[in-house]
């Protein structure tokens, strides 16, 4: 497809889009495609209409609500300054949303970012406002992948016509992330190429009366002191705003410091006549635990801060999808030389994501579709281990990973057969953070991508009593048989399609050690879609876009929240071929990202709650600081020598369960035995009631469930949590007396009517005795509404429902309208391993929210870190990394 057809279908699906934005109600796919038509006989084009209409009816499906923020309201700010300023223009801010128009953004979704990028700025100081100092720190909570970039372009935009002179955007610890933020910002801001050897005016600065903002940095050098300096000039020699994007590396952040100390500060050593803003993409990468000198967590933070402190007027906002890390840690655990934390006491900003967008909801938490994306590796252990060295000997691939690539070819014929050839679609492969390992993984892929690349080229115009001859093309068909046999083809069409795969197929090893550049515009500018397999480490987790990411394959053994959700690049937007996704991962993983996605949708409900309740941002920091994941986070920062570390724990608004059970027959039957007589007896005397799905008792004495909990026998690897949760109880007892009990069981049970009946799961992870359930989930979904009165669901329902993003009821909306701790137990039928026979007993315990001082003391040392966790990757010898 030539770059002339591209240009005209981009041209054409504007119009569109434009279009069906004036419409008064929803338009059906024939309206779109008759509009389609039309609008094409105009432009008096007669190509392929499929990428416009479905381009166009995902633009008038999308919305974005305006998200949910927390403020110190006790601070003396008026966010309403933004509305009562007259004077500014907003020339930068318009340019931007013309830009997005022009690139294909719905109109719908164009003004949401606005009104967005609208609200934060009121967070932020008005930049003209009286006063010799201010400052204002805080932090917007967005998802990976989701549009966090567009949404910080939007808010530098705005700042730069409010007034704000001095934009700072620190761009992760990657070169390849900051190279590709700065060609972002030279797009959408800049509106110039920064390349040295190709000025260029580019998107908006195709305005010729566009006032092009001033950078030091360019898509090639970061900031650097000697440059600077040889310019000779200061922030104040220009009307225009001045924008750099660093690198957070102490090295530049020091560089940075230096030039603005000697060039630009008075005679105080401060800053006083420009107000600066400093974006933190990333954020919680300042917290990353490694003992390499420039990527220093606490040096990082230090030169951030001295930085900041240099200005009179200064505001930090910091971006990130990951929250439970270094900017909620400790928020006072500094020394004067560094001035003022980092901490967000001013704002905390909630994103939501627009409709279109794939999730960890849909990835991980939803089971049905959570079925059509994940797909677990069970077969790599033996091959490429989680704890493999730098020089481990590759000699074969897992199988899983050629069904992967198998699959993958697949889908790219499945999409050219959609009309999206001039589209990028990508694999990506990340096994290993070692540079010589990624390179012979990469040479393995080679030879197999050739292998099948020579197979397709014989055998995609046979007959099928031919072609089926061949062992690769057996494994193709058979990826199309198990993955894709409903995406709308037959294996023959996908078969004859197979050729035009290998046509800009392309391998690459992405990381800081390599000079192969995953370069997707080289091919825009061709008009052709880039098939692109990418195998790397670090630099694939970190930012780093992999655009048309179709199938992903990781099997790395992390467990740190911001680590393991960044390298979830598989989330984002995926138009027209979100069916055809594919995310293999190993079954700890799985795991984890369906944990991390419950805890981040929990803390997005305590925003919520917070708000309400006209609590602070400093009180919700507390409480992150204090919940469960956050222990990991800094367990693993502070046990390198494994020393035993004290820690605070809050339970408030969570459910905790046995997720690791014991298969011992004669634990399980003492269990039993233990519910039979608590049954018999009512839980002290209470009577039964049908909930439809098991039998509740209200109102049971906690000190009773605190009894029942403490004669409970759990596996070993899950004592220390249990004691836990029963210190935690016996803490609430004051405000919270009383419990629920609810006994699970499907199907009833008239033959025993003291037994409970089986939940069927399946075995996937048996370590010796210790059965790790799925996705470390015990219920069902939706369980905790059980023996909830209609009017109490429906307080519920209208908690969910309430404000600008409806959503479905969920378990923590239940909790929160149950307002009281609910114990819930479990048999359980295990399926899928000879080795485990049931019944298994299990519990779980809900605790009410609301209770955000409440903790209890946890001591925790390596060997529970790694009960809790698993071994981690050691970070200080990653590879993949910037000096």
Not at 110 to 126: A, K, M
Not at 136 to 156: D, E, F, M
Not at 506 to 511: F, G, K, S, T
Not at 661 to 689: C, I, K, M, Q
Request: aromatic share 8%; charged share 25%.
């Amino acid at each position: 497809m030539s770059v002339t057809i591209i240009t005209e279908e981009r041209n054409i699906a504007n119009s569109l889009i434009s279009g069906l934005a004036n419409m008064a109600e929803t338009p059906t796919r024939e309206q779109v495609e008759e509009k389609a038509k039309q609008i094409a006989a105009i432009f008096g084009y007669t190509g392929d209409l499929r990428n416009v209409i479905t381009e166009a009816m995902i633009s008038v499906d999308t919305r974005m609500s305006a998200g949910v923020s927390l403020v110190d309201v006790a601070a003396k700010h008026d966010d309403q300054w933004v509305h009562k300023r007259g004077d500014i223009a907003w020339t930068y801010a318009n340019a931007y949303e013309i830009f997005l128009l022009k690139e294909g953004w719905a109109p719908r979704m164009v003004q949401s970012l606005s009104d967005v990028t609208t609200r934060i700025l009121g967070y932020l100081q008005d930049p003209l406002s009286d006063g010799t100092s201010w400052n204002r720190r805080g932090l917007v909570i967005g998802h990976v992948q989701s549009g966090k970039t567009a949404n910080y372009t939007g808010l530098i935009a705005k700042a730069a016509d409010a007034g704000y002179k001095f934009i700072i955007v620190i761009a992760g610890i990657h070169n390849n992330l900051r190279r590709q933020t700065q060609e972002r910002i030279d797009e959408a801001f800049i509106g110039r190429s920064s390349a040295p050897d190709d000025r260029r005016t580019i998107g908006v600065g195709l305005d010729e009366h566009y006032p092009h903002p001033v950078t030091l940095t360019t898509v090639n050098d970061d900031f650097s002191k000697k440059t600077a300096d040889q310019g000779g000039w200061r922030l104040n020699d220009f009307s225009k705003p001045i924008i750099f994007v660093i690198k957070k590396n102490v090295k530049t952040l020091e560089a940075l410091y230096k030039w603005l100390k000697e060039m630009n500060a008075q005679g105080d050593g401060r800053i006083g006549d420009v107000p600066m803003l400093m974006i933190d993409d990333e954020a919680d990468n300042a917290s990353i635990n490694t003992n390499k000198e420039d990527l220093d967590p606490t040096r990082t933070n230090a030169m951030i801060r001295r930085i900041l402190g240099l200005f009179a007027k200064s505001c930090y906002v910091g971006y990130t999808a990951t929250p439970f890390a270094n900017i909620f840690i400790n928020p006072d655990a500094y020394d004067d030389d560094v001035r003022e934390e980092l901490f967000p006491r001013d704002f905390i900003y909630c994103l939501d994501a627009p409709t279109t967008y794939l999730g960890a909801e849909k990835v991980f938490l939803d089971e049905d579709s959570s079925q059509t994306f994940v797909r677990p590796i069970d077969d790599c252990e033996e091959l490429i281990p989680h704890t493999h060295k730098r020089d481990h000997t590759i000699t074969e691939l897992p199988p899983s990973l050629y069904r992967a690539l198998d699959g993958f070819i697949v889908a790219r014929a499945i999409r050219n057969l959609r009309g999206q050839a001039s589209k990028h679609c990508s694999m990506m492969i990340n096994v290993s953070r070692f540079v010589p390992v990624q390179k012979a993984v990469r040479d393995f892929v080679s030879l197999r991508e050739k292998k099948v690349r020579e197979a397709v080229r014989a055998n995609y115009l046979m007959p099928e009593s031919v072609s089926s001859t061949n062992v690769h093309m057996q494994a193709l068909k058979r990826a199309f048989d198990v993955e894709y046999a409903d995406a709308g083809f037959t294996w023959s069409e996908v078969k004859a399609a197979l050729n035009s795969v290998f046509d800009y197929l392309h391998l690459y090893v992405i990381n800081s050690k390599s000079d192969e550049v995953l370069d997707y515009g080289k091919y825009e500018k061709e008009g052709v879609g880039l098939t692109a397999v990418a195998v790397g480490g670090l630099s694939l987790s970190r930012g780093l876009t992999i655009e048309g990411l179709t199938v992903s394959y990781m099997y790395r053994n992390t467990q740190m929240y911001d680590t393991l959700m960044q390298m979830g690049r598989w989330f984002g937007y995926r138009p027209g071929f979100e069916d055809l996704c594919r995310v293999y991962l190993s079954r700890d993983s799985i795991n984890w990202y369906s944990h991390i996605a419950q805890a981040a949708e929990e803390l997005t409900q305590q925003v919520k709650r917070m708000r309400r309740d006209g609590l602070s941002p400093r009180q919700f920091g507390l409480y992150v600081m204090t919940h469960p994941d956050s222990l990991l986070i800094t367990a693993a920062n502070k046990m390198r020598t494994g020393e035993k570390v004290m820690f605070r724990q809050n339970f408030s608004g969570r459910m905790l369960e046995s997720y690791i059970v014991s298969t011992d027959r004669e634990v399980n039957a003492a269990n039993f035995t233990l519910v039979d007589s608590a049954w018999r007896d009512g839980f002290g005397g209470h009577s039964p009631e049908d909930t439809g799905k098991g039998v509740m008792f209200r109102d049971v004495a906690v000190e009773k469930i605190e009894d029942f909990l403490l004669s409970f026998q759990t596996h070993s690897q899950f004592a220390d949590r249990k004691a836990d949760i029963v210190a935690y109880l016996r803490t609430l007892a004051d405000s919270h007396p009383v419990g629920d009990v609810l006994l699970i069981s499907p199907r009833g049970g008239a033959d025993d009517p003291y037994r409970l009946n089986g939940q069927s799961r399946v075995v996937a992870d048996l370590q010796g005795s210790a059965w790790r359930l799925n996705k470390d989930r015990v219920a069902s979904r939706g369980d905790e509404k059980l023996g909830l009165s209609p009017a109490q669901q429906a307080e519920a329902q209208a908690l969910a429902t309430s404000g600008d993003k409806p959503v479905a009821p969920s378990d923590t909306h239940y909790r929160e309208i149950r307002n009281k701790p609910l114990l819930m137990l479990h048999s359980l039928d295990p399926h899928g391993d000879r080795r485990v026979s049931g019944p298994i007993s299990a519990f779980g315990v809900s605790f009410p929210s609301g209770h955000y001082d409440t903790e209890i003391e946890v001591v925790a040392n390596r060997v529970w870190l790694e009960r809790m966790q698993g071994a981690p990757d050691d970070p200080d010898v990653e590879e993949d990394y910037d000096a």
